[in-house]
């Protein structure tokens, strides 16, 4: 099955500096690839997702790249604001006729200090 | 509209207890789902549901039964608690497969935090 490993475990960064969180699959069959900010005491959400079709996504100061011969993918923030700390989640799945199963990272904490 | 919701919030069991865990979503979604998170570990899928009156195992879905009776609702149950099932618990829905991204976003509720003594 898919795994999914994510680097850093932690992560600190001065205000408005950028910080990148990486991740790996194995599996070269999965599509489709969201990130989660999960802040303290909340449930995870969505904050930028991308499709195998795609290299690069943007959405304001966020940004998600893909390499699908490496089989890796990247969270990329920039100017980072106090707001941004919390924990980011990688998942990959395969998109399939019934159901979307995410395998999760095991999370990056993200500190940034003001 | 509230989105997906989750009771209770907090719950202590002893081992050898059973409980039922709820899960509600006003957004008339087809897809739900049920993720345990532990420390270091990130979420990892317990079982889910495509429609209502279907279920299908996740990846850790030993000590656990679900059920999708009706559409908005998806029921976890813990029939006999162990220690080892100590955790917080999500619930997520989404809407379809999706084209495109559209559709693929799971929505996660706030959480209920299990501890099992």
């Known amino acids: 099955g898919e795994n999914v490993e994510q680097h850093p475990s932690t992560l600190s960064v001065q205000e408005g500096d950028s910080a990148v969180i990486k991740c790996t699959y194995s599996?070269?069959?999965?599509?489709?690839f969201p990130w989660y900010k999960q802040e303290l005491g909340k449930g995870p959400q969505l904050i930028i997702d991308?499709?195998?079709?795609?290299g690069e996504k943007k959405d304001q100061r966020i940004a998600v790249t893909l390499n699908k011969t490496a089989k890796h993918f990247s969270l990329h923030i920039t100017e980072t604001q106090p707001e941004d700390s919390a924990v980011y989640f990688c998942?990959?799945?395969?998109?399939?006729?019934?159901?979307?199963?995410?395998?999760f990272g095991a999370g990056t904490i993200l500190r940034v200090k003001s | 509209n509230a989105g997906v919701t989750q009771t209770p919030k907090f719950r202590v069991l002893k081992t050898g207890q059973s409980m039922t865990l709820l899960c509600a979503q006003d957004?008339?979604?087809?897809?739900m789902y049920w993720y345990r998170q532990d420390p270091g570990m990130g979420l990892r899928l317990i079982h889910y549901?495509?429609?209502?009156?279907?279920?299908a195992k996740g990846e850790v879905p030993d000590g656990y039964n679900v059920s999708r009776l009706k559409k908005q609702n998806f029921l976890l149950g813990l029939e006999s608690a162990a220690p080892s099932q100590t955790s917080v618990y999500f619930c997520?829905?989404?809407?379809?497969?999706?084209?495109?991204?559209?559709?693929?976003?799971?929505?996660f509720g706030p959480g209920t935090r299990l501890t099992v003594t």
């Open positions: 549901s495509v429609g209502e009156g279907t279920t």
């Open positions: 957004m008339n979604h087809e897809y």
């Open positions: 991308i499709r195998s079709n795609v």
């Open positions: 997520a829905s989404s809407y379809s497969r999706g084209s495109g991204t559209s559709g693929m976003e799971q929505y």
């Open positions: 599996d070269s069959a999965s599509n489709y």
């Open positions: 998942a990959a799945s395969t998109i399939q006729e019934y159901g979307n199963k995410l395998v």
